[in-house]
């Protein structure tokens, strides 16, 4: 699976929007973009996941850019409930392939 | 059941006995995985079930671990001997196999504890 980097940790405004940026330079054309968090204590939470085009759900929506080497996250309007671990996986798109998780950005939401 | 469900949530054990951990899978998925997470830690893949194929157990840490998947549903994680450093959350996951992506779906996790 390709490598992604993500930032290490990063801080945002409640009620603001947080864009979570990540970095999958190496990404091969049947590899789809996945996003879980993992709040404290809980098991991780798929959110969303991508080929090539821009997706959107209830939760968030991912941007892939258009060499699809880099993506980004956005959580429109950032609660306290949102504060957690996310994690960028690219795998391929076969069914059944393992999730592996690197370590994630620690996104802390502040009043 | 709605999610995949995992028992015990919490388990305390002495060093060198051995423990059991079950999944029970959202219904009608047919791939199956185990992870582990020590504190402070990310996720560690340990083993994957589909269908009827031979498991991918390429995570195991070591001979101590194994897994197995009955009737294709309900499957257990058990743990010989266990040792301190087993302590950690282990965290069960299920998906489809059909369909486009390969969406998982992980439950609350079982805490170890090794004393």
């Known amino acids: 699976d390709a490598k992604t980097t993500q930032p290490t940790s990063m801080d945002c405004a409640e009620g603001r929007a947080a864009n979570l940026p990540c970095n999958h330079s190496t990404i091969s054309g049947n590899e789809y973009v996945y996003w879980y968090r993992q709040i404290h204590s809980q098991g991780p939470q798929y959110i969303i996941h991508?080929?090539?085009n821009n997706e959107t759900n209830e939760m968030a929506s991912l941007i892939i850019t258009e060499d699809r080497k880099s993506s980004t996250l956005i959580l429109p309007h950032a609660t306290l409930r949102d504060t957690a671990v996310y994690y960028c996986i690219v795998t391929p798109q076969a069914a059944g392939n393992k999730l592996t998780f690197g370590g994630g950005t620690r996104v802390l939401v502040k009043p | 059941g709605a999610g995949v469900s995992q028992s015990p949530s919490n388990k305390v054990t002495e060093k060198g006995k051995d423990v059991e951990l079950r999944c029970d899978p959202i219904?009608?998925?047919?791939?199956l995985y185990w992870y582990r997470q020590s504190l402070g830690q990310g996720l560690e893949f340990l083993i994957y079930f589909q269908g009827n194929s031979a498991p991918d157990k390429s995570g195991l840490p070591s001979d101590r671990f194994s897994a197995e998947r009955t009737g294709g549903s309900v499957s257990t994680l058990t743990i010989q001997r266990t040792q301190q450093e087993d302590s950690a959350v282990y965290l069960c996951?299920?998906?489809?196999?059909?369909?486009?992506?390969?969406?998982?779906?992980f439950g609350e996790g079982s805490w170890l504890t090794v004393v």
């Open positions: 996951a299920s998906s489809l196999t059909t369909g486009t992506g390969n969406t998982i779906y």
């Open positions: 991508g080929l090539k």
């Open positions: 219904s009608g998925h047919t791939a």
